[in-house]
């Protein structure tokens, strides 16, 4: 499939094996999770239950078990239900076909779309959920001049990617309530920052930027904009788009979370260096396809791409080194917890 700078891809082969944050935030879910489940509406037939950004599957089988293990608690299953993980066509597949091949715990299939057009027929979903993927855009509004980040940006370019994720949210939301059944459910978790504007991430996107601007040439620093924008609880309250598509909000708030492995350094049992490297490993597992993309479209050979790579996340980690008080601070993750319902 072709791509183009600025268009999401997926995660780096890494991926699964660097992603215990995500896993916190969907053990973070699981009241929400809960709470989604005793609004649904039983209904006699198999349940559809889908997880819209399940990237290798790591998280995403987890996640899924924590579904239809309280569903199987609160006697809402008649039957095994079929699970959709969906993704990108470009995701990695292969490595979460065999996680389901070694699981074997519930009959999941994949469906290889973007989660900002419809993915399934119409009124045949039971259950939506997402955790920390709607930050991804689905494009990118044009490249953001001397930063990668939009919380850096320009006001005009902030102004453009807070209408593209306008756009994206409103996709979303419209499909998937096409694709829910009546008293189905969406359980979302968004990416977002607190009342005073504060979030957590926005300083490793800083320093993505810092370290790009000594192996990157002019051009490839131009295309380095990373296609994620962090939205306000108010953005993803939308009351006039929910009536519109027939959807109750059941839950709509924000939720905060120290992640374990901030945790596991107060408490003394990771070093800082340590703590720098799990934290550097996290987020090229997350940025590399897309670094590595920027350098092939300017012709770049891939053993060249390689060498560069492993060189920037080393210095990318020493980075880190360097400003402590971006790595442990005392801002939690922050996401919108939302519980839709359709009537």
């Keep these: 499939m072709e ?4 268009s999401t891809i997926g995660m780096a082969d890494s991926y699964n094996q660097n992603s215990d944050p995500q ?5 973070l879910m699981i009241p929400y999770i809960h709470l989604g489940i005793d609004e649904l509406d039983s209904s006699p037939s198999s349940l559809i239950i889908a997880d819209f950004g399940s990237s290798h599957g790591k998280n995403s089988i987890e996640a899924m078990k924590i579904f239809i293990n309280y569903l199987q608690k609160t006697n809402k299953l008649t039957a095994s239900p079929l699970v959709v993980h969906n993704d990108l066509p470009t995701n990695d597949w292969t490595t979460l076909f065999h996680l389901l091949a070694d699981d074997k715990s519930y009959q999941g299939v994949a469906n290889g779309y973007s989660f900002y057009e419809q993915c399934l027929p ?5 259950i939506g959920f997402t955790a920390s993927s709607m930050h991804w855009l689905s494009k990118i509004p044009f490249n953001i001049t001397n930063h990668c980040f939009h919380a850096y940006a320009e006001e ?3 102004q453009a990617y807070k209408h593209q994720a306008k756009l994206d949210f409103n996709s979303f939301i419209e499909h998937r309530s096409r694709e829910l059944v009546s008293g189905g459910i969406l359980v979302l978790s968004i990416p977002s920052f607190d009342d005073q ?5 926005s300083n490793y996107f800083d320093q993505l930027y810092i370290c790009a601007q000594s192996f990157f040439n002019e051009q490839e620093l131009l295309y380095l904009t990373v296609p994620i924008y962090l939205r ?4 993803c309250l939308d009351y ?3 009536d519109r598509c027939s959807l109750k909000l059941i839950k709509g708030e924000l939720s905060r979370l120290k992640l374990p492995i901030l945790e596991h350094y107060h408490n003394g049992l990771l070093t800082f260096d340590q703590l720098a490297k799990i934290f550097t490993k996290v987020f090229q597992s997350t940025m590399e396809p897309l670094v ?3 350098f092939k479209m300017n012709g770049r050979s891939k053993e060249e791409i390689d060498e560069i790579s492993s060189d920037f996340w080393m210095v990318y980690e020493e980075k880190l080194k360097e400003k402590p008080d971006s790595v442990v601070n005392s801002n939690q993750y922050v996401c919108a917890c939302l519980i839709l319902k359709k009537t």
Excluded: D, M, W
């Design 3 to 6: 791509t183009k700078a600025g």
């Design 23 to 27: 896993l916190a935030i969907i053990n």
């Design 122 to 126: 119409a009124n045949t979903l039971s």
């Design 156 to 158: 005009h370019e902030r």
């Design 197 to 201: 504007g504060i979030e957590s991430i």
């Design 232 to 235: 306000s609880l108010s953005e």
């Design 240 to 242: 006039e788009l929910f």
């Design 292 to 294: 590595k993309q920027i």
